[in-house]
């Protein structure tokens, strides 16, 4: 039983440019939340998506923008990165978006910006 | 803005000895939850408590969430290398996707 699988593991990209991200959620999961955490911090949500809507959103600018397929799998989109958005990016699934189903990580993709 | 404090931030002790790690705020939350993360790796829940007054134990650990539904503790007995670690408490209030996360408290345990 796969758990969630997160793409690239590491990347580099400079200011200015654009950044996709992956997420493949835990099978039997439908929805899918993003989480970035900076260096020393706790993670902050992002967004939430839930039958390729996006439900929640967080304190988080335009530049961050997000997509989920039908196969429940969901990508990051960021633009115009900055150097302050180097971070962990942590995508994390659950079964329904509104229910108490505990949050089921993955190792995450670390963007380094410069 | 909901936000979450842990304290200490940092924390160095050798193998046997307890410990205990506090997560406030001046928020009420419907539930909190504890976990831990490796290097590397992304966060794995250890529990999650919702009722005030709420005390659960794994093992060596024990949790408790506060009367008031405003703040967390993580108590370890006899810690062991494997306990390294950064601590981190969450809240839910409102669905349990939005989870606002602490500070964090990394914890490094040595022989």
């Known amino acids: 039983d796969a758990g969630v699988t997160q793409s690239p593991t590491h990347l580099i990209k400079t200011r200015g440019q654009q950044v996709t991200l992956r997420c493949s959620p835990k099978?039997?999961?439908?929805?899918v939340s993003w989480y970035q955490q900076a260096l020393g911090q706790g993670p902050q949500f992002i967004f939430q998506?839930?039958?390729?809507?996006?439900?929640q959103r967080g304190n988080f600018p335009d530049r961050f923008s997000g997509h989920q397929f039908p196969n429940y799998s969901s990508e990051l989109n960021v633009n115009a990165l900055l150097l302050g958005d180097s971070a962990l990016y942590l995508c994390?699934?659950?079964f329904g978006p509104g229910t108490n189903s505990p949050l089921h990580f993955g190792n995450g993709t670390r963007l380094t910006v410069t | 803005t909901q936000l979450l404090e842990q304290s200490p931030q940092f924390l160095s002790i050798q193998e046997g000895e307890n410990l205990t790690v506090y997560c406030n705020s001046s928020?009420?939350?419907?539930?909190l939850q504890w976990y831990r993360q490796e290097p590397g790796e992304g966060p794995v829940l250890l529990v999650t408590?919702?009722?005030?007054?709420e005390v659960k134990k794994l093992k060596r650990l024990t949790f408790q969430f506060g009367d008031a539904r405003k703040d967390s503790s993580l108590h370890i007995t006899a810690a062991q290398p494997g306990d390294t670690g950064l601590y981190l408490c969450?809240?839910?209030?409102?669905?349990?996707?939005?989870?606002?996360f602490g500070t964090g408290t990394r914890l490094q345990v040595t022989l």
């Open positions: 994390a699934s659950s």
């Open positions: 099978s039997g999961h439908d929805t």
């Open positions: 998506y839930y039958e390729e809507e996006e439900r």
């Open positions: 928020s009420v939350f419907s539930s």
């Open positions: 408590v919702v009722t005030g007054g």
């Open positions: 969450a809240g839910e209030s409102g669905t349990a996707s939005k989870l606002t």
